[in-house]
Nanobody, 113 residues
Framework: QVQLVESGGGLVQAGGSLRLSCAAS??????INWYRQAPGKQRELVAT???????NYADSVKGRFTISRDNAKNTVYLQMNSLKPEDTANYYC?????????WGRGTQVTVSS
């Protein structure tokens, strides 16, 4: 069974940092995305990384968030710095492998002002 398990969420003050992890089971995912969804808002694509390390970011997080991957550990990270209250959301890991997309269950990030 394919699994993507997120961890690292929590409560942090504005200006603080968190590092989210997405641990994948099985073979390497060719693409891993981090999405987020706040209550009452649409799901937003935050960052993407390919198996070769090519990255892309939403304008709202450029310069503050960094996505990276450790293929040996089959884990993708999202380093979030200079957090803002508007970053508060449930963060989801989404991976593409074998012509299918898979989702984790999410990890909650709350940024207090």
């Amino acid at each position: 069974q394919v699994q993507l398990v997120e961890s690292g969420g929590g409560l942090v003050q504005a200006g603080g940092s968190l590092r989210l992890s997405c641990a994948a089971s099985g073979s390497i995912f060719s693409i891993i995305n981090w999405y987020r969804q706040a209550p009452g808002k649409q799901r937003e694509l935050v960052a993407t990384i390919s198996s070769g390390g090519v990255t892309n970011y939403a304008d709202s997080v450029k310069g503050r968030f960094t996505i990276s991957r450790d293929n040996a550990k089959n884990t993708v990270y999202l380093q979030m710095n200079s957090l803002k209250p508007e970053d508060t959301a449930n963060y989801y890991c989404n991976g593409y492998r074998g012509s299918a997309w898979y989702w984790g269950r999410g990890t909650q990030v709350t940024v207090s002002s």
